[in-house]
């Protein structure tokens, strides 16, 4: 029996370049990445997980794959990025909700 080796889930995003820590002051050229753009990758990494793993189920159902154990990775992955994409929204909410609050 073939077993099919656990490739890395891809990132979100490259977060080192949201803050990057530059030692010389004297550099102004800044790499930031929007928050909305890792909103957006963070969804895009969701649809893709979550398409992957309903193909899978798809070709289980049908007999075509007795690879349980990628399915379920596949499954997990998808389980992974969905949970990520909420705390992000939530966090991005109660950020919004919070700076409303503030009195002027």
Do not use: C, W
């Not at 530059?22 to 909305?36: C, G, Y």
């Amino acid at each position: 029996m073939y077993i099919v080796p656990i490739s890395q889930m891809p990132p979100v995003s490259s977060l080192g370049a949201v803050t990057p820590k530059s030692e010389s002051s004297s550099t102004t050229s800044k790499t930031e990445l929007p928050f909305s753009e890792v909103i957006r990758e963070a969804y895009r990494n969701l649809t893709e997980q979550q398409e992957i793993a309903a193909m899978d189920a798809f070709e289980l159902a049908l007999g075509e794959t007795d690879d349980l154990h990628t399915l379920m990775i596949n499954a997990e992955k998808a389980s992974i990025a969905l949970e990520l994409t909420v705390q992000l929204t939530s966090k991005a909410l109660n950020a919004y909700n919070e700076i409303m609050r503030m009195q002027i």
